[in-house]
């Protein structure tokens, strides 16, 4: 699988994103030969690992479109990931 990098999105946003687990940004960075505090550019096409981390997580993040970019906060991408149904639903 392949992913296309948004801007201001780091390899850790990435993983939380597609795995909803910050231990899949190693495994991202190694397959991609780049160090794990690389930010990579806009529009960077990534490969990413055939896994899952957190099923439940990854679920979550896919339902309610989590999209970190924190290394650019100016970006207009929600980085709200505990909104009141997170709290809710993961009680």
Do not use: W
């Not at 990534?46 to 970190?68: E, G």
Request: a negative charge; charged letters at 25%.
């Amino acid at each position: 699988m392949k992913i296309k990098v948004k801007e201001g999105q780091t390899l850790m946003d990435i993983a939380i994103q597609e795995f909803g687990s910050l231990e899949a940004s190693l495994d991202i960075a190694r397959l991609n030969d780049i160090s794990i505090t690389e930010v990579p550019e806009a529009d960077t096409i990534l490969v990413l690992p055939d896994r899952v981390y957190n099923r439940t997580m990854q679920q979550y993040c896919k339902n309610n479109d989590v999209s970190p970019a924190t290394a650019d906060d100016n970006s207009g991408i929600n980085l709200h990931i505990f909104t009141e149904q997170f709290t809710t639903e993961f009680k």
